[in-house]
């Protein structure tokens, strides 16, 4: 995204007050929400499975004690490499650019590619995808509002947000078939 480009975005953000404002709290706050829900999540599991303890351990117990494990590692593991890809990558950020002033101020440099907001979004996504459909439904639309939050706060590029939606749902839906 140009400055020019993004400057266009910002009049009319600041020509829209409510909206200005709107985006500013959800940015702030919405990343808040998969990770809230995350350990939700793990209780709801671990629940499930201490009633399939009632009735012995056996095979399904034992098989659903991996599913708990692949809903830990998965995300522990995409968290892990993205973190180490946008290091080695160390694109940097709009707001790095001459003349882009970013509607959210941050002092961070480098590190853009991938965004690790999207990525950590998308991948608990796949994962409450696996077990709550439903819930894992709306987790994706926080995924893309996030996506769109991080682009309109000029603290990410649009392919930062992509790359990083993009790998940690993949990753996510993949590792939770194949672990």
């Keep these: 995204m140009t400055p020019e480009r993004y400057q266009k975005i910002l009049h009319w ?62 995300p522990g593991f995409v968290f892990l490499g993205g973190t180490l890809l946008r290091k080695k990558l160390n694109f940097p950020r709009p707001y790095e650019q001459p003349g882009f002033t970013p509607l959210v101020e941050k002092e961070t440099h480098g590190q853009s590619f991938p965004s690790r907001h999207a990525l950590s979004a998308a991948v608990l996504a796949a994962v409450w995808l696996s077990f709550y459909p439903a819930v894992g439904g709306v ?14 706060a000029g603290v990410h590029f649009p392919r930062d947000v992509i790359a990083g939606a993009l790998l940690g749902f993949s990753l996510g839906i993949v590792g939770m078939r194949l672990l």
């Excluded at 987790?139 to 996030?146: E, Y």
């Design 13 to 74: 953000l600041n020509a829209h007050p409510a909206a200005k404002q709107l985006v500013i709290l959800l940015n702030h706050w919405l990343p808040a929400v998969p990770f809230v829900c995350y350990p939700v999540l793990l209780v709801l599991l671990n629940l499930q499975w201490f009633r399939l303890l009632r009735g012995g351990l056996d095979q399904t117990a034992l098989d659903f004690m991996q599913c708990i494990a692949r809903a830990i590692l998965v």
């Design 139 to 152: 987790m994706v639309a926080v995924t893309v509002a996030i996506c769109v939050l991080r682009v309109l």
